[in-house]
């Protein structure tokens, strides 16, 4: 049996670090697990211009701990009013590595997203001219579409005549959570990838009914039934280049989760290369654990592949129940478990 395991430094192709206290509280973790990370720009407000971009990656590396070696990679938030002049500088300077797509209303501070993609045409066609990749959240927000059912809808009302009208664009469908996800990007040209979280890869929709309401198993898009699961895991594990790593790691304070109306997000950072290794192993190909999480991101974006490497090693973990820095208090996932693998570093 494998006792270790030492791979390429790994990236996280989709994160949330949040701001002010509670990016201090995380951004650490992320930092000691991955070279790199694409950091989402959902804040309040978001991240629409090359300036707020520039600050933000800013105070991300003030918030670094001493001696940390991360890189984060910058994303805007696009709106209706995006303006694709504004966003190729940015692309350009080096500031922002991608656009992010949220539907409007679609997630956690997502109420200045998109309304109507097809008011982005101009805009569409300017990433696809230059490169730039298009991440999206990939989840129709119509109150009438059963909320276990909004990835599928999406692909078919959205996202298939986007790839139909854009045939270059870079597109990541971002934390995949479906069967029909996971067959359209695999059905696809090289330019469709997609990002998977370990949650999506562990839970199923079960985990948040477990005996009672479990907020902290309650994440956007939302865990889906067992067969989904298994499309999803057996898409990460198959070694094709369009399936890579992306924690969606989202952090809330404990009082935003367990609450009448709890937010959605999980954070699974502190632990997330133990996640991914668990299930590489259960699926019984680690070999294939490196081009996950360390190869066919950068591949994607067309970023150099990172020096170094990390190891894990097979050994318990059991994870604390909550994490603290300070007042903030934050449920990481598998609180309470034990993990079978160690990062080490
Ligand atoms: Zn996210």
């Not at 809808?153 to 009208?165: A, G, N, Q």
Request: a negative charge; charged letters at 25%.
């Amino acid at each position: 049996m494998t006792s270790q395991i030492t791979i390429r430094r790994p990236d996280d192709w989709h994160v949330h670090l949040r701001d002010g206290e509670m990016l201090e509280a995380v951004v650490g973790y992320t930092a000691r697990q991955f070279a790199r990370a694409i950091v989402m720009p959902n804040l309040t407000p978001p991240v629409i211009t090359v300036a707020a971009a520039e600050a933000y990656r800013g105070r991300i590396l003030d918030a670094l701990p001493a001696g940390a070696d991360f890189t984060p990679l910058m994303v805007c938030y696009l709106t209706d009013d995006a303006d694709p002049a504004e966003i190729a500088r940015g692309y350009e300077q080096g500031v922002f590595a991608a656009c992010k797509l949220y539907p409007a209303h679609a997630t956690t501070n997502s109420a200045h997203g998109v309304t109507d993609i097809r008011k982005l045409t101009g805009l569409l066609e300017t990433m696809q001219r230059i490169g730039m990749p298009l991440l999206i959240h990939g989840e129709v927000t119509d109150r009438d579409i059963d909320i276990f059912d909004r990835e599928a809808v999406f692909i078919e009302r959205v996202l298939t005549p986007l790839v139909r009208d854009f045939p270059a664009l870079k597109i990541v469908l971002e934390h995949i959570t479906t069967a029909e996800a996971a067959e359209f990007v695999a059905g696809s040209g090289p330019q469709i990838g997609a990002t998977i979280t370990p949650q999506h890869l562990i839970i199923n929709r079960n985990a948040i009914f477990d005996g009672g309401i479990r907020p902290h198993a309650y994440c956007l898009p939302v865990a889906k039934r067992e067969r989904h699961r298994l499309a999803v895991r057996k898409a990460a594990v198959s070694g094709s280049p369009k399936f890579f790593l992306g924690t969606d790691s989202a952090p809330h304070g404990i009082g935003r989760k367990e609450a009448a109306c709890g937010c959605a997000g999980i954070f699974n950072a502190p632990y997330a290369m133990e996640s991914y290794a668990q299930v590489f192993d259960e699926e019984g190909v680690l070999d294939r654990l490196e081009g996950f999480a360390s190869e066919h991101g950068p591949n994607f974006y067309g970023l150099p592949l990172n020096e170094g490497t990390v190891t894990l090693k097979r050994e318990d973990v059991t994870v604390e129940d909550v994490v603290t820095h300070g007042d903030i208090r934050v449920v990481p996932f598998h609180a309470g478990e034990t993990m079978r693998w160690r990062f080490v570093g």
